[in-house]
DNA sequence: CCGTGTGAAGCTGTTCACAGCT
DNA sequence: AGCTGTGAACAGCTTCACACGG
């Protein structure tokens, strides 16, 4: 482990870890732009970020700052690639070669800065053996043990229509996975020691869809 | 307006707005089981909620319960989908016609409950006339101020590489839309009258990196 | 008697403001 | 002199617990 932890990771809040991955594409932009050093309220006030929260969040993982000068970008992008554990390659398994998953696996941000698919699977026999754009193959779901235990997945992406998503999900665990991303709109249960987490692309349209209805007067988020 | 709001739209959180996307989905799942009357407690025992948050939610705008039975689910659901704006048709522009944009314009979850995608464009003479699945042909992106007011439309979602997403921007607001979805990695400015709700998809597959490197005793989450 | 609706309490997350280091 | 790192204040969100109405 290359940085020192001060706190117990699980009273990190998900916020918090989620600001950190804002955090590296702010400053892998301002090297690309050939800076070097940055302080907290630049940082915060080019990305519209709080300059307090940028600097509480890092001291949960160290103190990687110079008083009076600022962070070294390099330096900085380079820990907190470590905290999120990007430096180790994440192999990933897409089940479900639909829309979402197969435009996933050759989506450029799942197969870069640690990330690598390394295969996708569906039911479909019609769709087994279809050479996705990006070069994999689908292969059958009846081989998701096999798979995930000979390419020693880490992360499964779940993006089956969501009355087999359960049942995705069990195997996965079962295959011994150690994090699950389900698209599916379903109540996944049942395991606890795997890292789930759920992403509903509609709720993102239904709260625009909320301001749309209730605009008086409207306000830019996120 | 089919409900009566007790406080101004502005002080309501988006979390609250999230979470009656989960109620909605999860009294549809239920009135699909044949359920016609459920208390908040049974929807929190069911969906892993908390029956006070329910709720407290639902206060925000109106008295839909029952005290002593609990809640009529086809009422709860009509009023959700009021609240929610779902009852009117939203036309949804996709901009970028690469895997992302692709797999959106096609994707159920963009297609059903209230919102209809009526164009995907791109600026790749060599995509425009493509029909993608799904039926829709990819126009140009010249087109797309022409577009937005020939249909009306309400929501756009950006997919287009990053480095276009703030010219792509600035045409959507100029040509008179409400809302934007963005999922380009891209920190869009200038226009606090539109709302803007920006979705990165690869900071899920950080945080399940992170909880992989520090995992001692994993948790679920959402 | 039971479950909603809601003030109040408790907790979590954010921002302030400054001591301390460079 | 200037910016980090951080306790303390503040704000916002969640949960509790019970009065009230059906």
Redesign the interface.
């Known amino acids: 482990m290359a940085f020192k932890?001060y706190i117990p990771?699980?009273s990190i809040s998900?916020l918090t870890?989620?600001r950190?991955?804002?955090y590296?594409?702010c400053l892998q932009q301002l090297e690309h732009e050939g800076t070097t050093t940055i302080s907290s309220q630049e940082l915060a006030d080019r990305?519209?970020l709080n300059s307090a929260q940028i600097r509480k969040d890092l001291a949960y993982f160290g103190e990687f700052g110079i008083r009076g000068v600022g962070y070294n970008a390099a330096q900085l992008r380079e820990h907190l690639v470590n905290?999120?554990?990007?430096h180790?390659e994440?192999r990933?398994l897409v089940v479900g070669a639909g829309?979402?998953g197969?435009?996933?696996s050759?989506?450029s941000?799942?197969n870069t800065?640690?990330?690598r698919i390394v295969a996708i699977l569906d039911s479909d026999p019609r769709k087994v053996g279809k050479r996705v754009?990006g070069g994999l193959v689908v292969e059958s779901v009846s081989d998701l043990t096999r798979i995930v235990k000979e390419r020693k997945v880490?992360?499964a992406v779940i993006t089956v229509p969501s009355n087999s998503a359960q049942k995705v999900y069990d195997e996965l665990v079962e295959a011994g996975v150690?994090?699950v991303?389900n698209f599916a709109?379903a109540?996944l249960?049942g395991?606890?020691?795997?890292?789930?987490?759920?992403?509903?692309?509609?709720?993102?349209?239904?709260?625009?869809?909320?301001?749309?209805?209730?605009?008086?007067?409207?306000?830019?988020?996120?």
Chains 1, 2 share one sequence.
């Open positions: 932890r990771v699980e998900e870890i989620n950190l991955s804002v590296l594409r990305f519209h905290i999120l554990g990007l180790e994440r990933v829309n979402l197969t435009a996933l050759h989506y941000g799942f800065g640690g990330f754009p880490h992360i150690q994090a991303l709109a109540q249960k395991h606890p020691e795997v890292k789930l987490k759920n992403v509903d692309l509609k709720i993102h349209l239904e709260l625009l869809s909320f301001f749309l209805t209730h605009a008086s007067r409207l306000a830019s988020v996120t």
